[in-house]
Nanobody
């Protein structure tokens, strides 16, 4: 089993920054992808960023503003979010892609204008 615990969400003014963390425990392999998704009210969950040993992937809407990174020694993935705007308001979920998809409980990010 895999457990994921997110932290770092909160309320921030437009133009501000936040750093999300996701600590994974259980059967974690660095070769498997970890990533961040988000879901805004009334919208579907969408990919924000994903990372494997060979590549990183970003949604077009966050390119140049968000950076995903991973510390394999700590089984932790981070999402540095800069230049936040109201459209970034959502619940952010961590995902680990193992034999199935594992999800964290989510952390709320609210950007005020």
């Amino acid at each position: 089993q895999v457990q994921l615990v997110e932290s770092g969400g909160g309320l921030v003014q437009a133009g501000g920054s936040l750093r999300l963390s996701c600590a994974a425990s259980g059967r974690i392999f660095s070769i498997n992808a970890m990533g961040w998704y988000r879901q805004a009210p009334g919208k579907q969950r969408e990919l924000v960023a994903d990372i494997t040993p060979s590549r990183t992937t970003y949604a077009d809407s966050v390119k140049g503003r968000f950076t995903i990174s991973r510390d394999n020694a700590k089984n932790t993935v981070y999402l540095q979010m800069n230049s936040l705007n109201a459209d970034d308001t959502a619940v952010y979920y961590c995902r680990y892609r193992g034999v199935t998809n594992y999800w964290g409980q989510g952390t709320q990010v609210t950007v005020s204008t």
